[in-house]
């Protein structure tokens, strides 16, 4: 036991969680913290210029690393400027604890000066929330909401800080005992492994689907494992991107509403499908009754909320997906060889050739295949590639292929405008050694162009590809398809000049016109010591395509 | 649409009925009772009330199991246990002859009356919730003036390796 303050308390115990750097911006509720913070030698804080921004850095960092991102903020309007963040990261079961000043306790509930109802706010839109009602539970609640955030399905915690909780003194035990942690791994169901390992064994046309999860417990290498056994094609979700190196002769891309055509008409024609971690998002899957319509289906998931809500499951298994796979691979090993289901393989080899899709268009204004594909020629599987949302977003995930699990980032759950940016800042700061670069709109750039100031100061070097149609592209390709063209509300027109944006916070702007450009551009970008926005005007017409309009069929796309 | 009743056991602190309670509210489900107890171990047990689909009350159950501060949550088979209601009645001014039917019809139901006062009865009544229903219905409005109603509390009925 020793004497601390609250503050002291709960930087010790961040401390304790190996927590080295923080996202946030201060206000007078939390100024005991700040104050500790001043000159802590352990805990890098970096200043965000919107806490909108510090939620998705954290988010964006605990994807990039698999640690949990730590924001922080003050009450009131600091605090619920998470909101959109926080939300993001549940949707994305993202690890991220945010912590947020409060009015002092005997001010609470009495509307006082930036006083906001957080734990009213965060409850339905965090995993869980806490608020500190004396100084000596601190290290007790900061080990529960990293454990919480971390441990079975992830997800955000946050924690509201009331001001005299940071300022008053008590004996405080640090690192703290954890009392009840609601248990996240459960007994695998050997019965349920043994029904799956039937099914494969016996599959004439078998076929692995990947989502977040595979990712988040670290799977890759039994996934490809086990579809190398099987001889499985394996599609993902958004989510999924990464979790088998795209490159992979047996990956066949992302399914769904802008997934790769071979990946939609492999679900439909398959006779087993094997989902790992995923949620069958209505955007993944499409009319659900004729989702996968002729196989049946194992279902991995750690959170039993998952099985069976939006499809019918053949065979759940309720575990972490690694250790699920883990068993389905021994039980697959122990019986006796099989064959490869070789006439499967043979037809979605064929239908994948035929299927490919184009890039390499030579016009200008540039056609945004053609952009990602001199991207992608210069990054190597190290770089973290991060999305906007929109048609930035479903160019990047249909056509970049992804060498690595943690290596693509984008807002799947949410679609929240704005998160690449702060995403690929936080995702800097975890994995320095790597190049990243956020594939952006013009619209959701501008959302959180902001962050251009923090990034500059922090020497956080990213790089912003901006394919620039001065539209909410995603939008506008709607009213374009579904209401006769009629562009409402869509035109973003021809300001800013983004590269004398970049230019205002001391990035480097450079524009590029012209195919063949984009390449050496981005490696000088790469290269210059600066965070980077790359203005790159594309073809304002061109719409993502393939596409299965909202309900309808996945093997019925417009093309 | 079926009733159900669930009996969750979770932490006793600030919020956790709020948390149970919004999840039936997102998905647009009215909760027709819910109580509160504390359990000698400090945990509350929370009963709820409702109809739903099964899907839903599949659904329902797999979401209160995931919160973190409920350590468990039971489907309770009526069949299987003991369910209860508590129902307090308070009638309006009665004429003697009116006064003297309900006395009848309240013992008559297994219930007593607990006071009266110029011809206002206080009566409570317990039981099963259809039963306590079915006489609230009787009488009616035109006779009652006020009900408090406990919800639903329950106890498992013990097996014969319990005893
Ligand atoms: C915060 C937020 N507001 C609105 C939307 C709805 N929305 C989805 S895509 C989109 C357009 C995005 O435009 P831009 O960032 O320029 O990308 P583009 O589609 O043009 O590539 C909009 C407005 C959203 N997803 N998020």
Same mark, same amino acid.
């Given at each position: 036991m020793v004497e601390l303050t609250g503050a002291k308390a709960l930087v010790e115990s961040l401390r304790v969680e190996d927590v080295k750097h923080i996202f946030g911006l201060p206000g007078g509720a939390v100024l005991p913290l700040y104050d500790v913070l001043y000159d802590d030698p352990g805990i890098k804080h970096i200043l965000v210029r919107h806490e909108q921004g510090a939620a998705h850095a954290a988010d964006g960092y605990a994807r990039a690393s698999g640690k949990p991102g730590v924001c922080l903020t003050t009450s009131g309007p600091g605090a619920t400027n998470l909101v959109t963040g926080i939300l993001n990261a549940y949707m994305d079961s993202s690890p991220v604890v945010a912590m947020s000043g409060q009015v002092p306790s005997k001010l609470i509930g009495a509307d006082a000066f930036q006083e906001a109802d957080m734990l009213s706010v965060m409850l339905p839109i965090a995993k869980h929330n806490f608020i500190v009602r004396s100084v000596a539970e601190i290290p007790h609640i900061v080990k529960l909401a990293f454990k919480i955030a971390t441990t079975g399905r992830q997800g955000p915690v946050h924690v509201d800080l009331p001001k005299d909780m940071q300022a008053d003194k008590a004996d405080v035990e640090i690192p703290a005992r954890v009392e009840y942690v609601k248990p996240t791994v459960f007994e695998l169901d050997?019965?349920?492994v043994l029904e799956a390992v039937d099914l494969l064994a016996k599959a004439k046309r078998p076929l692995m689907y990947a989502g977040g999860g595979a990712i988040s417990s670290s799977a890759s290498a039994e996934l490809v494992a086990l579809a190398e056994l099987l001889g499985a094609p394996v599609v993902t979700s958004l989510m999924g991107k990464g979790a088998i190196p795209e490159d992979h002769p047996l990956a066949l891309g992302m399914i769904g509403m802008h997934g790769r055509m071979v990946a939609n008409l492999a679900v439909t024609d398959c006779d087993v499908l094997l989902g790992v @971690? =995923?949620?069958?998002?209505?955007r993944a899957t499409g009319d659900v009754k004729h989702f996968a319509p002729k196989a049946?289906?194992?279902? +991995?998931? +750690?959170?039993?909320?998952? +099985? @069976?809500?939006? =499809?019918?499951v053949d065979v759940p298994i309720l575990s972490d997906a690694k250790r699920a796979l883990a068993a389905v691979l021994e039980g697959l090993r122990a019986r006796a060889k099989r064959g490869r289901p070789s006439e499967w393989l043979t037809r979605i080899e064929k239908l994948s050739k035929e299927l490919s899709p184009r890039m390499d268009y030579d016009e200008v204004p540039m056609k945004p295949q053609r952009v990602i594909?001199? +991207?992608m020629s210069v990054l190597g599987g190290d770089a973290i590639v991060v999305t906007e949302v929109g048609q930035c977003q479903m160019w990047a995930a249909h056509y970049y292929v992804v060498k690595k699990p943690r290596h693509f980032i984008s807002s799947g759950g949410l679609g929240t405008m704005g998160f690449g940016f702060p995403a690929a800042m936080g995702a800097k700061v975890a994995r320095p050694e790597c190049d990243v670069v956020d594939i952006a709109g013009d619209g959701s750039f501008l959302m959180n162009s902001q962050e251009l100031a923090t990034v500059v100061e922090n020497e956080i070097n990213v790089v912003v590809c901006i394919l620039n149609n001065r539209f909410l592209g995603m939008v506008k390709q709607w009213q374009d398809l579904f209401y006769q063209k009629r562009r409402s509300a869509v035109?973003? @027109?021809? =300001?800013?000049?983004?590269?004398k944006l970049a230019e205002a916070y001391g990035a480097y702007g450079d524009r590029v016109t012209r195919p063949g450009e984009v390449a050496p551009k981005l490696r000088e970008a790469l290269r210059c010591g600066k965070p980077v926005v790359l203005?790159?005007?594309i073809d304002p017409d061109e719409h993502v395509l393939p596409m299965v309009p909202a309900g309808g069929r996945l093997d019925q796309m417009l093309t | 649409?079926?009733? *159900?009743?669930?009996?969750?056991?979770?932490?006793n602190s600030p919020g956790v009925m709020m948390?149970?309670?919004?999840?039936?509210? *997102?998905?647009?489900?009215?909760?027709d009772s819910i109580t509160v107890g504390i359990e000698p171990t400090g945990l509350a047990r929370i009963i709820l009330m409702f109809k739903a689909d099964d899907h839903m009350a599949e659904h329902l159950h797999h979401v209160l199991s995931r919160l973190t501060q409920v350590v468990d949550a039971e489907v309770i088979d009526p069949e299987a246990s003991i369910v209860r209601e508590v129902a307090l009645l308070r009638t309006k001014r009665l004429s003697d002859e009116k006064m003297w039917d309900v006395v009848r019809r309240i013992e008559k139901a297994g219930g007593r009356v607990l006071e009266s006062r110029g011809n206002v009865l206080v009566a409570e009544l317990s039981g099963v919730h259809e039963d306590i229903e079915n006489v609230v219905k009787a009488l009616g409005p035109d006779i009652l003036q006020e009900t408090a109603r406990s919800g639903q509390v329950y106890l498992g009925r013990r097996t014969a390796k319990d005893r």
């Open positions: 050997l019965a349920r @971690g =995923v949620r069958f998002d209505d049946k289906i194992i279902h +991995i998931d +750690i959170d039993k909320v998952e +099985i @069976g809500k939006n =499809v019918r594909k001199e +991207i035109d973003l @027109g021809m =300001v800013p000049d983004f590269v203005d790159i005007p | 649409m079926k009733t *159900r009743i669930f009996s969750v056991l979770c932490e948390r149970i309670s919004r999840d039936f509210t *997102r998905r647009q489900i009215n909760i």
